[in-house]
């Protein structure tokens, strides 16, 4: 019998682990370790959520559903849609409930992607797209932004990269991991890019409803958008159900029909006990949600205050849970720089080079995290920060 890995697909076996998962092995092994890495609220589900799942389960509710999940949920996601994003889809024909955001993004570009068909990925950016890129035999265009444009993304940066084989644009703003949004008239600049390029736009808006300075722009309500976006977002931020692995991608019905057969034969349906408390969430969720915010927004503002004080320039994020604060006054690489916080001040944080090349010099802190933990663990980065550059104090 051969090695093991002589039997393993190239393309899976090529690809890199994800840099934040690599990064918390090692956190595993570090005892009172301060987590500001993982991008999960510190919140609880909210507890009429919770009791949605509970009485389903009493009466219950324990079977398969359709694969594009409960017709109930399916319209609750359509209104909220149109209601906050002012862009309206079938509930029954254009929506469709997945397995978390994530499943979401697999599910279009394994249906859309013909292998070596181009995708541009603006980054620092979440470590998911690019993957998923991959593994649907696309090739993934790493497009960088920059903290001297805000982390926007321009239409002169993508024109540097399309090609006649680029067939989508990954957009995600709120972003994962700079916190960075774009405006209206920003984003109507783009959207003329994707028109000229006859492109498709994936636009993860699961940080949508996180917007704490100016008013979101859903990518799909632009004109002409619509039938070009594939627009996904989940339950697991905005209500603090990330265990519950609930998203949903709304699209052209043809797109949704194509994204449900492979649904159907590897899921076959999003857990029904989820579905049920998405229904309560989208129904009686709002003020928990607003609540949640009120409080992200002041941790917002402590964390940006402090890295500044402390000497690590902070971009001001706009919206999501994360700072991205520089380290190169340190000296030190993103990794040297969390590995040898989580070794001297036992702090977990991201490197910045896990999000993509344009990473690098900057770390991602997750301030989805208590005061307390948030006031201790900067206490602790400002004296690693003072033994790193002493001068500068």
Known sequence: MRAAKEYINPVIQNLPPSGIRKFFDLVANT???????VGEPDFVTPWHIREACFYGLERGYTMYTSNFGLPELRKEISYFVEKHYD?????LEETLVTVGASEAVDLAMRALLVPGEEVLVPEPCYVSYAPTVTMAGGIAVHVPTYVEDDFQLTSKALEAKVTDK???????????????????EELLEIARFVEKHDLLVLADEIYADMTYEGEHQCFAALPGMRDRTILINGFSKNYAMTGWRIGYVCANEEFIAQMTKIHQYTILCAP?????????????????KERMLIEYDQRRRYVV?????????????????????????????????????????????VPGNAFGESGNGFIRVSYASSMANLTAALDKIEAFVQRCNPSSF
């Open 272 to 288: 029904i006990m989820g579905q049920m408390a998405a229904i309560e969430a989208l129904k009686n969720g709002q003020s928990e």
């Open 166 to 184: 680029t067939k989508i644009l990954v957009l995600c703003y709120p972003n994962n991991p700079t916190g960075a949004i774009m405006t209206r």
């Open 305 to 349: 205050g402090r890295f500044n004080q402390i000497g690590l320039s902070c971009f001001t994020p706009r919206g999501a849970f994360y700072a991205f604060p520089s380290i190169r006054s340190t000296g030190l690489s993103s990794e040297e720089f969390c590995e040898k916080l989580l070794k001297e001040e036992q702090v977990a944080v």
């Open 87 to 91: 862009v309206t889809y079938k509930p």
């Open 31 to 37: 005892k009172g370790v301060i987590s500001l890495g």
